[in-house]
């Protein structure tokens, strides 16, 4: 059960990580079509990792939390 939780948070993570992608690519062709100035381009990017990583770290500690959980049981 503790591998299938792991496995779920990766899963999770990767689901993330791929919107991050898209999110970065449709800023890059915001910017490439005159949308955005270069310097809102980089803020934007900057904020994405920012949430991107704020995320990722809810998801490990929710992991590990359910972890305790079910090794506790």
Do not use: F, H, P, W
Request: one cysteine or more; proline letters at 0%; glycine letters at 2%.
């Amino acid at each position: 059960i503790v591998k299938d939780v792991k496995k779920l948070a990766e899963d999770c993570k990767v689901a993330i990580r791929s919107i991050r992608r898209d999110c970065m690519d449709k800023l890059k062709k915001m910017q490439k079509n005159g949308e955005i100035t270069e310097d809102d381009l980089k803020s934007c990017e900057k904020d994405v990792q920012k949430l991107t990583d704020k995320y990722c770290d809810e998801m490990d500690a929710a992991a590990t939390a359910k972890e305790k959980e079910i090794m506790t049981v």
